[in-house]
């Protein structure tokens, strides 16, 4: 079978190869336009994440999907889940606002945040700092659906499967008969 699809794929000659790449590569430049698209119109880099923790459960699960802006003008209250990524630190985390301090004669805000599911406010997780700035948030949870993330935190925890997924996809295109 697959000595086969190798002789079929000689036959078809160069011209068919390059015209799968670039279909290959259309499909990934359109992706990556919808993404930036949406991240102008959310206002943040990231519209789209994936819980992979459980610290705010029960209000949100791990492998739930988040839908995130980011408000331009709009200050952060007490009860808004954010999602906030510290520099230094590979992974964001989404958790609930606490308390907020808003700085006199500027726009800088002050924000405390807290998983559901912990103890303890985050601190300790703020490298040195006493709270987060406005600027430390990535976006604002609007929706989520629940779930749908499973797939990026399996593809995470087992990058093999990653490297397979992609092989199998490139695999498909490139072969493709059209």
Not at 14 to 30: D, I, K, Y
Not at 78 to 88: A, C, E, L, R
């Amino acid at each position: 079978m697959f000595k086969d699809e190798i002789a079929t794929f000689r036959r078809l000659g160069f011209r068919h190869v390059l015209t799968q790449a670039l279909n290959f590569a259309m499909v990934l430049s359109t992706a990556l336009m919808m993404w930036k698209g949406l991240s102008v119109l959310c206002n943040t880099e990231s519209p789209v994440v994936v819980v992979l923790s459980e610290s705010m459960e029960p209000a949100i699960q791990r492998g739930d999907l988040l839908f995130l802006t980011m408000p331009r003008h709009a200050p952060l209250k007490h009860g808004d889940i954010t999602v906030y990524k510290i520099p230094g630190t590979p992974i964001p985390i989404v958790h609930r606002v606490i308390e907020t301090h808003d700085e006199r004669n500027s726009t800088e805000q002050w924000i405390l945040t807290k998983g559901d599911n912990n103890q303890h406010h985050d601190v300790a997780l703020y490298n040195g700092m006493q709270y987060l700035k406005r600027s430390h948030i990535v976006g604002k949870v609007q929706g989520y659906v629940p779930y749908v993330g499973y797939g990026t935190i399996l593809l995470n925890d087992y990058p093999k499967l990653k490297y397979a997924l992609l092989a199998v996809l490139g695999g498909g295109i490139l072969l493709q008969r059209e």
